[in-house]
């Protein structure tokens, strides 16, 4: 049996891509490796009975924000969001906390506290991105170039300063707040939201993320899926099986095939084929399709040019049962959910810096949960479901530490970076390890056994960093979901706009193969350019 398209993994952006393709009228089957769908959106009981941890990613800004998986409207599918009492937390040594509420004058006073007048400066950024955040998500989620909705962007760059904002785009995480704040609590804020990505805080790049993250956070907030992660992703495939769209598990496609150099379809590990009329959209990483799923297919210049694809750093995330409240030294006025842990901007930098030096970071600058704070079904009442990750190198030469980390990740390494990590915290909240009923370490190997895309604990699909994003992503010449083989569409997070659960992989993919579909059936023998642009 045919389909007019056949989706290869049933990640975020698959479930996407099948969803869109389901609502242009095509036939759509999807087939995943797993047991289940959700790629790096999935959750389960499987630390410590009664705690419900998420197995990778965990809070949803730019799912909140996607105009895409807005668009479809999961709420009416069984999805309910979640929100913690404060959206994120900075517990600093002295115990202080710098906070960032969804409601902005309560951010704004709570800064103001740590500096009188930068409440106000606050106050003034937000409304900045009143005026040009929401054409600016939609630039950054755009095909490139993003014609619609970059010429909407520069349309209101003049009432935001001009040249000014661009400036403030540009700049560094790490000197972003110096010239707007002249406390620690909103540098804190914005360097740490800049840490969700790869790209160092010192480079250019990271304050727009660090912007970004902060102004969703202050915006739509960073929500949960009310019972885990995984009803995200559940909620995106009954939608798909409601529509007539079909999905099968544990299927592991392992060739893309190709005719006279147009896909034709998949063939599974068991030999099985399925043929795709239309397009075939991969959903998974841009090293997994070039250097396995189409074999000797891959033209050689793109061949060359993967060679230079660039993974982001690897991964260690550690999840804890925890028998009580996470033990502040200093209780936050508001409780949040998301937690940065560093002791000022300049650690963050350094832990950033001694990853990109391929050194395992002294002092890893962590990224936190408290998900039963967000979501009180996560765990028993009384009890916290938690969580934490660090970055640490895809090569490692050294421990910049004292505990001879070798890189090999390996139990005794995942140990010893646990225990780093658990220190961080300790350090921050006194007796954090007497609470501790189970830990589980996922280290770059387990992270890549549980999702294939996590290639070497990389979460985002290929580094963030400019020389590797827009018209360079995956490979310079490839800015679009279109690849060298005709009917074939990368719809993972290795394509533009990069990593993050919006969905702007997949919807590309998913446009662009609709956009080819209609051009073939109105000029038969006519192949659409790659410059033409072919949705927004």
């Known amino acids: 049996m045919s389909h007019d398209a056949v989706v290869v993994g049933a990640g975020p952006n698959g479930l996407v891509a099948a969803n869109h393709l389901l609502d242009k009228g095509w036939s759509v089957l999807v087939l995943e490796a797993e047991p289940e769908v959700g790629g790096a959106v999935r959750s389960a009981e499987d630390v410590e009975p009664g705690f419900v941890h998420d197995t990778f990613s965990a809070f949803y800004p730019l799912a909140a924000a996607s105009p895409s998986i807005q668009s479809f409207e999961l709420e009416k599918h069984g999805l309910r969001w979640c929100h913690a009492p404060a959206v994120l937390g900075h517990p600093t040594p002295d115990g202080r906390w710098a906070l960032l509420h969804r409601d902005r004058d309560v951010t704004a006073g709570l800064i103001d506290r740590d500096h009188p007048g930068d409440g106000a400066a606050w106050l003034e950024l937000c409304e900045q991105w009143d005026r040009i955040g929401e054409q600016l998500v939609h630039a950054l989620v755009s095909p490139f170039p993003p014609v619609r909705s970059g010429l909407a962007t520069l349309a209101r760059l003049r009432s935001v300063g001009g040249l000014d904002f661009v400036k403030t785009l540009l700049t560094p995480a790490a000197d972003l707040g110096a010239g707007r704040f002249g406390g620690t609590a909103a540098r804190l804020l914005l360097a740490g939201n800049a840490g969700h990505a790869d790209i160092p805080l010192d480079s250019p790049g990271s304050g727009l993320l660090g912007l970004l993250m902060t102004m969703l956070g202050q915006t739509v907030g ?289 446009r662009a193969a609709v956009a080819h579909a209609r051009v073939a059936r109105l000029h038969p023998g006519r192949l659409l350019a790659r410059g033409d642009r072919v949705t927004e």
């Open 222 to 510: 960073f929500p949960v899926p009310e019972g885990g992660a995984g009803n995200l992703s559940r909620a995106l495939a009954r939608r798909i099986e409601s529509l007539g769209g079909e999905i099968r598990c544990s299927t592991r496609v392992t060739r893309v095939e190709v005719a006279a150099g147009r896909a034709t379809g998949v063939r599974t590990e068991h030999g099985e084929r399925h043929r795709a009329d239309r397009a075939v959209v991969a959903d998974v990483a841009a090293t997994h399709l070039y250097g396995h799923l189409l074999g000797d297919d891959v033209p050689r210049r793109t061949a060359v040019a993967m060679r230079r694809f660039q993974l982001d750093p690897a991964t260690v995330k550690v999840d804890w049962a925890l028998s009580g409240p996470v033990p502040w030294a200093a209780t936050p006025e508001h409780a949040p959910g998301t937690l940065h842990v560093a002791d000022s901007v300049e650690q963050m930098t350094e832990a950033y810096g001694q990853v990109a030096a391929h050194a395992v970071p002294a002092t890893p600058f962590l990224l936190a949960g408290q998900m039963t704070t967000t979501d009180p079904t996560r765990s028993p009442a009384g009890t916290e479901s938690m969580w934490a990750y660090a970055h640490v190198p895809q090569e490692v030469t050294r421990d910049a530490g004292e505990e001879g980390i070798r890189g090999d990740w390996g139990h005794d390494d995942l140990e010893r970076f646990a225990d780093r990590m658990q220190a961080r915290i300790e350090r921050v909240a006194p007796g954090f390890g007497s609470r501790v009923v189970r830990r589980r370490i996922l280290g770059p190997h387990e992270l890549e056994a549980r999702n294939a895309n996590l290639v070497g604990g990389s979460i985002n699909g290929g580094t963030s960093q400019l020389h590797q994003e827009l018209v360079f992503r995956p490979v310079p010449g490839l800015g679009r979901a279109e690849t060298p083989i005709k009917g074939l569409y990368l719809g993972s997070a290795s394509a533009h706009p990069g990593g993050g659960v919006h969905g702007a992989p997949g919807m590309n993919a998913a």
